[in-house]
């Protein structure tokens, strides 16, 4: 635990210096100072069930879980900790919690100070944010500790000889909620038995988002009885992509919604620029409904330029293109299309998204290549394809879903 000690510290020593000129780092070092004066300040001494989430992706895997104990438990208090400020600045207020605040760093002072405050009966990890002086701390306390959609790919750290000491303090978990068959083997192969295989509470989320998804009346008008290509969370290698098979889209008779990842003004007018066909955005009728009229009608492209709309609009596709795959980060959510029974279509960097991964298997995906502009068009044709991997799609998210109230129930008996 030296060695482990040693690089934590220089983890933290280079955040702390990146603070002087990174305006993320500065958040997260000013954060953590205000840890103790708003435990301090809010708690009143109670205990609470805590989860703990890396950031905001991971935030949306424990959200179904906290709002199902919230419902089943309405006396039960949450506190929430981020390990990031991209998870912290989104959800602080965050109406599902009861306390939210940073995570403290691992080190022995920092724990001790923030579990004097904090009295959980129970830690609920989301995914696989592994902090082992926490987690020792926690054991010796004997608080029971739980990881909730956790995850082990092939080549893991905790898989190799060096990790021992690491496995030797997961071991002490008291249960482990698992994503897939393959990591319950992993954690197994690494002397770990308590290991459920649950399934990931992102789709029970997805599917409750897709159940209250909002209509959009003219946009079902605009549709009328066109097939429409939904390209979701785009970025600029995707966009080029996409706009190269414009011309053949348009003229089979579809029509095209992008939602680029970035919906700031510049990245708008970028976008609309490098199309050369005519295009509206989605903010012209959301703020104003009398502006739908016979020339929108004509449009054959709409470009989605506000936050929080593209859940609700898949409703309306037929084909579903998911952005990201041309970048380090990987594809965006394909979980939401898939819930509406849409074929996907994605770049070649979706390893690692354990769906993503199930949907190319089984068909229910296919993967484009950065200059393959025959690729897009060739499925838009394909309407065998599209009926098949559409079902394929719909089962997987029939399938995996329920796993919420799976875990809850072996949370409750520790309540």
Sequence with gaps: MLLYRFFISTYFAVIWLASFFSPKAKLWVEGRRSILPYLEK????????????????EFEQGRPLMEQMKEDHPDVKILLTFFSPSGYEIRKDYEGADYVCYLPMDRPKAIRQFLTQVHPKIVIF???????LLLKSLHQRQIPV????????????????????FRKILKKVKHFYVQDDFSRKQFQDMGIEQVTVAGDTRVDRVVSLAQKAKPFPFVKKWVKNHRVFICGSTWEKD????????????SLGWKVIIAPHEVGQKNIIRLRKNISFDTFLLSSLLSDSQSFNDSILNKNIMIVDSIGQLNSLYQYGDVAYIGGGFTTSGIHNTLEPATFGLPLLFGPNYRGFVE????????????VEEHDEGGIVSKIKDLHWQEHAGKINQQYINQSSGATKKIALGLYEYL
């Design 146 to 165: 739980f990881f909730v959609s956790a995850i082990v790919k092939k080549g893991h750290y905790l898989t190799k000889w060096y990790s021992l000491p």
């Design 126 to 132: 989301i995914k696989y944010e592994y902090w082992f």
């Design 356 to 367: 993503a991964e199930y949907f190319v298997k089984n068909k229910g995906a296919f993967v």
């Design 239 to 250: 966009e080029a992509l996409i706009i190269s098979n414009l011309k053949k889209i348009i």
């Design 42 to 57: 809010e708690m009143k001494g109670e205990e609470v069930v805590w989860f703990h989430c890396a950031s905001l992706g």
